[in-house]
């Protein structure tokens, strides 16, 4: 067999432990593996690179990937599909595991129903994908986040100031409700709820009454106030249609110092959330994600994705994956919220 594998969309931590998974099992069973590079670029390029053992040594604890990614869309492009279809066959590839989130994986569920046979990892630090309880990246991300908010404590309290961190997750709160409950933020604002601002300053304003001098409070950059529109960074889509969201964090710190007269601080996180090495649980996800794409192709179980449910990685169809976007479970929130004030 010769296995293509691509990486697509936002990297995170961990696609290397896929990919260096993949690789090992194929090798063990006497099976190509070829890299296509830039994500769906490399398919339609046919830019790809072949992996062996020497090219995967060494790459665990290495954050980003070593095939690069982009966030490239057949579907975007003329003749995309039909082109993509056509190096499948010229590339003599047999198989391939599309490693990414909703959009890579959406375009996988497409390619697949057309005919090739395609796998899917499921990857994002978002943690927004359906179908599984966690992608990995997600778990790095959100110590990183913790180890911010730790840090900004810190510096909080000596300054008797309230400190606002802005982190990534898109249209779902999961980095900032994980991280916030994990870091002991004293108010969480997420894109499932609408902001409250009146409510977010009274609850400041208890919390100083009752001793203390300083507040963290962790916004993602997908929340927004009550009919009011996200806060961007630009109006530019990409291929996907995606905007990018950021600037919230400013606009709640303004509004903060303002009406609690406490001095303000905002921190925009940004790409930090994705870089580095990936943690213990984001290593050994991937690798068993990793393992599974590679015993769903051998089995011919073409067209699903590797996920974990409980504690067992399963395979389920691609199309269950992109169906819905998965938003934080408020009931985490509602723990969240008893730390609030
Ligand atoms: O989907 C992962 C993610 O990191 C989001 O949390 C964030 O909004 C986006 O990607 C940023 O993407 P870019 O790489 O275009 O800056």
């Known amino acids: 067999m010769k296995i293509g594998i691509l990486t697509g969309g936002g990297d995170c931590p961990g696609l290397n432990s896929v990919i260096r998974a993949v690789v090992r099992k194929a090798a063990n069973e006497g099976q190509s593996v070829v890299g296509l590079r ?23 604890p290495k954050g980003g990937t070593i095939l690069g990614t982009s966030r490239t869309n057949p579907y975007k492009k003329e003749g995309g599909v039909e082109l993509a279809k056509k190096n499948f066959r010229e590339l003599g590839l047999d198989a391939l595991v599309a490693i990414g989130g909703e959009d890579t994986l959406g375009v996988a569920t497409k390619l697949s129903t057309e005919g090739l046979n395609i796998v899917g990892v499921p990857k994002t630090i978002d943690n927004d994908l359906g179908a599984t309880d966690f992608t990995f990246g997600f778990d790095t991300s959100v110590n990183i986040v913790m180890e911010c ?13 309230i400190m606002v961190v802005e982190v990534m997750g898109r249209h779902a709160g999961w980095i900032a409700a994980y991280a916030g409950i994990a870091g002991g933020a004293d108010y969480i604002l997420i894109p499932e709820i609408p902001i409250e601002i009146e409510e977010v300053c009274e609850s400041i304003k208890k919390r100083h ?3 203390k001098n300083f507040s963290i409070v962790v916004v993602s950059e ?17 291929e996907f249609g995606h905007v990018r ?3 919230i964090g400013h606009v709640l ?4 110092e303002k009406k609690t007269g406490f001095e303000t601080r905002v921190t ?19 690798t068993r994600f990793g393992v599974k794409a590679y015993d769903l192709i051998k089995s011919g ?3 699903k994705m590797a996920c974990l449910k409980g504690n067992e990685v399963v395979g389920v169809p691609l199309t269950e994956a992109t169906a819905k976007l998965k938003t934080l479970d408020l009931k985490l929130y509602d723990i969240a919220k008893i730390f609030f004030c």
């Not at 908010?149 to 300054?159: G, K």
């Open 209 to 211: 009454q009752r001793g």
């Open 38 to 60: 830039y994500g769906w670029k490399g398919l339609l390029e046919k830019d790809c690179v072949s992996l062996d053992l020497r090219s995967v040594s060494g790459i665990l």
């Open 149 to 161: 908010i730790d840090r900004l404590h810190t510096t909080a309290e000596s300054h008797n100031r």
């Open 245 to 247: 969201l950021g600037g």
């Open 222 to 238: 997908g929340a927004a106030f009550k009919d009011k529109d996200l806060f961007l960074q630009e109006q530019k889509l990409d």
């Open 268 to 286: 925009v996180l940004g790409h930090i959330q994705r870089g580095g090495s990936p943690s213990a649980f984001d290593r050994v996800l991937g």
């Open 301 to 303: 179980d073409f067209g």
């Open 253 to 256: 710190g303004e509004l903060i």
